[in-house]
T-cell receptor, first 115, second 117 residues
Framework: AQSVAQPEDQVNVAEGNPLTVKCTYS??????LFWYVQYPNRGLQFLLK????DNLVKGSYGFEAEFNKSQTSFHLKKPSALVSDSALYFC?????????????WGAGTKLIIKP | GAGVSQSPSNKVTEKGKDVELRCDPI?????LYWYRQRLGQGLEFLIY????????KSGLPSDRFSAERTGESVSTLTIQRTQQEDSAVYLC???????????????FGPGTRLTVL
């Protein structure tokens, strides 16, 4: 069965420090992987995706994510956190071979950046 | 260009009343999704439309929930005889088809916050 895990409910980082938000997945075939961010009282905004190609994917607002096939992970990273990065982050996956359009969503990780 | 829009942004209703939520997808996007997000929770899939195909209603929680979409344009989500447990943010997303014939990145609207008193 396809699944996504975001093992941390909350991540706390000091402003200026690097941040990592973890995501692991399980699919039968090759994964399509996505990260979205949700600011308070807002809809979800697309950050980045991995379909194929380079394992390091760069996205909006200085975020990047590294696809690691052996560890079945797609962790979200940023070299230097900003207070404005504080938000809820969702990871999602779909199996490349699956004609099903549905994304499997993680439960979300609340990122808190402290000044 | 214009993104996904939803209306109303907030809706307060009394238990037992019907409500109708509207979603305007990005122009040219053939796929449209409805999700529900309860406070502090993740996304719960409700229904999916793709072009003129029959919608996937597998996520609708009860027969009080229904949705319609005319062609590749506006969609409405209707909740009949609302219950307090229906209180949540209802999110709409749309996507295009990618080069491989699969649905591409989903783009979300701002959501409708429904409060059932």
């Amino acid at each position: 069965a396809q699944s996504v895990a975001q093992p941390e409910d909350q991540v706390n980082v000091a402003e200026g420090n690097p941040l990592t938000v973890k995501c692991t997945y399980s699919v039968s075939g090759n994964p399509y992987l996505f990260w979205y961010v949700q600011y308070p009282n807002r809809g979800l905004q697309f950050l980045l995706k991995y379909i194929t190609g380079d394992n390091l994917v760069k996205g909006s607002y200085g975020f990047e994510a590294e696809f690691n096939k052996s560890q079945t992970s797609f962790h979200l990273k940023k070299p230097s956190a900003l207070v404005s990065d504080s938000a809820l982050y969702f990871c999602a996956v779909r199996d490349e071979r699956d004609s099903n359009y549905q994304l499997i969503w993680g439960a979300g990780t609340k990122l808190i950046i402290k000044p | 260009g214009a993104g996904v829009s939803q209306s109303p942004s907030n809706k307060v209703t009394e238990k037992g009343k019907d409500v109708e939520l509207r979603c305007d997808p990005i122009s040219g996007h053939t796929a449209l999704y409805w999700y529900r997000q309860r406070l502090g929770q993740g996304l719960e899939f409700l229904i999916y439309f793709q072009g003129n195909s029959a919608p996937d209603k597998s996520g609708l929680p009860s027969d009080r929930f229904s949705a319609e979409r005319t062609g590749e344009s506006v969609s409405t989500l209707t909740i009949q005889r609302t219950q307090q447990e229906d209180s949540a943010v209802y999110l709409c997303a749309s996507s295009a088809m990618d080069d491989f014939g699969s649905t591409d990145t989903q783009y979300f609207g701002p959501g409708t916050r429904l409060t059932v008193l």
